[in-house]
């Protein structure tokens, strides 16, 4: 049984300042000549596994707050369509192992939590008290087939059905939300409240669309060693999104969590679920080959060819890094499978470029492009922060802080990594090239949270369930919210627009199919910004 937690007020929010929030004027459109007057150095901030409720869903100015949603649009249905009469429990509890947090020891199981409505509500000690941000709690299922059944078309009342973490999922940080520094941070800058994640489902997808806009592909999967990674639909359509579930799912979300067959790849072969990269750091490394993963290993990706992000600006003659916390660690032969999380807390397929041959062991580019972030929260030990401090960053820089920095529940909490990029943000303002620089300050995918907004038409891929998204610059409009549509690949559609780039196909793709289906094409960021 948990311990009272201190409770925590929030800030008051002046009624002029929502009032203006919510009548921001309209954005002057941005040309490409002021975007390359203005901007020289773009900083992508990558965090884990939150959905915009799970954060932001008050936030003052929002086109659809959380605290408007009718009771009807909000409640979930069982696995057979009926609307569920409550919240399941929390299947394993919220805080499984105790914790110590401002010398409060909390352990929150299942059976501690009282029966909850059917309905979104505050996260909360079994005392009442907001849940602190400083606890980590239990992992929620984010995968592709469990995703798209949650979203349910845009009704977004699947979440509970199709999740693992039982009521969890309809979870928010409410009462103690305005008191994040990402808060401070959007209320000073520009806050996206129409960003959706790129690609249905988890962190390795969601990564491989941030630089690539598509999925890995696994020729011939069907005869290779990864062959029981291939899901099982139910029907013949290899589109379809209804895997095969085991004899030990529970019928009703009542009485347990949904489970699948294995589900990597599609039918067809595209990687949809985590696979782990051909190249180290990673698990399973070949013995007779360093730098090598084994290829043996069911869950070993083969290396994949297609274009990047990375290699159009390298077409173009323009530097970029992915700074990865933990990676020389990782490398050097320090990461630990066999804890959990892993020692040191670095996530292989959280490494998108780690996928691609061009960037393997032997080639030129992987020492050129591929850095290390460090294993810490100064310029001292963060090789990130002391390049940000140095002005030496490339005019493209993706940042991914190491796992217990980076908010994913299950081995990160939210103070932590909401400290740590605020501290970021902070040495970026403070380095020589802020004056011309564009930040972005996003999640890969929402973590298994539920979001209320519907998600707009696209194509096989997504877009997938609503994220936040901060675009953080001199140049952003100063706060405001913006409502312009995005996905995880606005951030490629930027980078394409800024630099003169060959535009990703699968970035095409996305935009012609959201027009096909009658909605607009994402936006490429420039709505969040103001050159006047």
């Not at 965090?47 to 915009?52: C, G, K, L, V, W």
């Not at 369509?81 to 020891?105: C, F, K, N, T």
């Not at 995968?143 to 009521?167: P, T």
């Not at 060693?225 to 139910?234: D, T």
Request: hydrophobic share 40%; glycine share 10%; net charge negative.
């Amino acid at each position: 049984m948990a311990s009272a937690g201190a409770a925590v007020v929030a800030p008051t929010i002046a009624s002029g300042q929502a009032e203006a929030r919510s009548r921001p004027r309209a954005p002057r459109a941005v040309s490409d000549a002021q975007l390359a007057a203005m901007i020289d150095t773009v900083v992508v901030i990558f965090a884990e596994n939150r959905s915009f409720n799970n954060l932001f869903g008050d936030f003052p100015g929002l086109e659809q707050p959380l605290a408007a949603v009718s009771p009807e649009r909000a409640r979930q249905r069982d696995r057979d369509g009926s609307i569920l009469a409550q919240l399941p429990p929390v299947w394993d509890g919220v805080v499984p192992d105790e914790q110590v947090v401002e010398h409060r020891r909390f352990k929150i199981g299942q059976d501690d939590i009282a029966p909850l409505a059917n309905a979104p509500f505050a996260l909360a000690t079994p005392e009442g008290d907001p849940l602190p941000h400083g606890l980590v709690t239990r992992d929620l299922i984010h995968a592709f087939y469990n995703n798209q059944l949650q979203i349910n078309g845009g009704a977004n009342d699947g979440f509970v059905a199709w999740g693992d973490s039982g009521a969890l999922t309809m979870g928010h940080y409410a009462d103690n939300a305005a008191n994040l520094r990402l808060w401070q941070i959007a209320r000073e800058f520009t806050l996206c409240d129409n960003f959706f994640m790129g690609a249905f489902g988890g962190s390795f997808l969601n990564h491989q669309y941030l630089i690539a806009a598509r999925p890995p592909f696994y020729p011939e999967a069907d005869k290779s060693p990864a062959k029981g990674r291939i899901v099982q639909l139910e029907g013949d359509d290899p589109k379809g999104i209804v895997p095969r579930q085991t004899a030990q799912s529970a019928k009703s979300a009542m009485d347990g969590p949904v489970r699948f067959v294995p589900d990597s790849l599609s039918p067809d072969f595209y990687a949809v679920n985590t696979m782990l990269p051909p190249y180290a750091p990673t698990y399973q490394l070949d013995p007779e080959r360093p730098g090598y993963s084994d290829w043996s290993y069911a869950r070993t990706l083969v290396p994949q060819e297609h274009e990047t992000i990375g290699d159009v600006l390298s077409e173009a003659g323009i530097d970029w890094a992915w700074y990865a916390g933990g990676w020389d660690m990782a490398l050097h032969g320090q990461l630990n499978s066999q804890d959990f999380p892993s020692r040191p807390n670095f996530q292989p397929h959280h490494q998108p470029f780690n996928y691609y041959v061009q960037f393997g062991p032997e080639k030129p580019a992987r020492a050129q492009h591929l850095r290390d972030g460090g294993t810490g929260e100064t310029a001292r030990t963060n090789k990130f922060l002391a390049d940000v401090a140095a002005g030496r960053l490339p005019p493209v820089s993706y940042y991914k802080p190491q796992g217990n920095l980076n908010m994913h529940a299950g081995y990160s909490d939210v103070d932590a990594g909401d400290r740590h990029i605020a501290g970021v943000i902070e040495a970026l303002r403070k380095s020589p090239q802020w004056d011309r620089m564009l930040v972005v300050v996003t999640f890969d995918e929402n973590g298994g949270w539920w979001d209320h907004v519907a998600p707009p038409k696209g194509d096989r891929w997504g877009p997938g369930t609503r994220v936040p998204a901060l675009v953080v610059s001199p140049h952003a409009r100063k706060g405001e919210v913006d409502h312009t549509i995005y996905d995880t690949g606005s951030i490629a559609r930027f980078i394409t627009r800024r630099f003169g780039l060959r535009k990703l196909p699968g970035l095409a793709e996305r935009e012609a199919a959201m027009i096909a289906a009658g909605g607009p094409p994402p936006g490429d960021l420039t709505g969040a910004l103001r050159f006047d």
